[in-house]
């Protein structure tokens, strides 16, 4: 049974720091590894979708990294900004449903 | 191109009520998946739909819960009578493809969500 871990559950930085979101799972056999952004109230953001065979995906000042043999996934934020504060949460996925993690609360401060 | 859509967005009901949520899926995507996010818990499936038939409902919690999708279009979900734990909120997602579908290319199952149903049972 897949189960997906997300380490912090909770995240308080600077602004203007850079920072890493983990995410891990127990079965490597997955398609697609993503991650989104859900604010206060508010519906799913997709922010970037990594496939099976690809190991990693960037966009603007987000990477997000796969290994899939050690079922690990990390989110990097770059130079973060009182914006980027909201719950991130990771999703594997097999041949239809998503597995979703607890998410990770981030709070940037100003 | 319109997404997926879901209302209402909000919902406050009394235990023992009826509440009906819909989800109109992305045109053209045959597959319709139903998830919820209870308090403090992960977003978890309940069910997932290929046109108008139901592929897996292992996810759905107890017969209180009923899904339909009539003509393969838009969906529904049906919580009667509601009870105090059902308070969380309500996500419908589509896809057009579902991973490893014969026929073709692998597909991707790549699955867009909508922006969730609150559901606040008192």
């Known amino acids: 049974k897949q189960e997906v871990t997300q380490i912090p559950a909770a995240l308080s930085v600077p602004e203007g720091e850079n920072l890493v979101l983990n995410c891990s799972f127990t079965d490597s056999a997955i398609y697609n590894l993503q991650w989104f952004r859900q604010d206060p109230g508010k519906g799913l953001t997709s922010l970037l979708l990594?496939?099976?065979?690809?190991r990693e995906q960037t966009s603007g000042r987000l990477n997000a990294s796969l290994d899939k043999s050690s079922g690990r996934s990390t989110l990097y934020i770059a130079a973060s900004q009182p914006g980027d504060s909201a719950t991130y949460l990771c999703a594997v996925t097999g041949t239809y449903k998503y597995i979703f993690g607890t998410g990770t609360r981030l709070k940037v401060l100003a | 191109e319109a997404g997926v859509t879901q209302f209402p967005s909000h919902s406050v009901i009394e235990k023992g009520q009826t509440v009906t949520l819909r989800c109109d899926p992305i045109s053209g995507h045959d597959n319709l998946y139903w998830y919820r996010r209870v308090m403090g818990k992960e977003i978890k499936f309940l069910l997932h739909f290929v046109k108008e038939s139901k592929q897996d409902e292992s996810g759905m919690p107890n017969n209180r819960f009923l899904a339909e999708r009539t003509g393969g279009t838009y969906s529904t979900l049906k919580v009667q009578p509601a009870e105090l734990e059902d308070s969380g909120v309500y996500f419908c997602?589509?896809?057009?493809?579902?991973?490893?579908?014969?026929?073709?290319?692998?597909?991707?199952?790549?699955?867009?969500f909508g922006a969730g149903t609150r559901l606040s049972v008192l």
């Open positions: 997602a589509s896809s057009q493809d579902r991973a490893g579908a014969r026929g073709g290319p692998r597909a991707k199952n790549i699955q867009y």
């Open positions: 990594i496939q099976s065979s690809q």
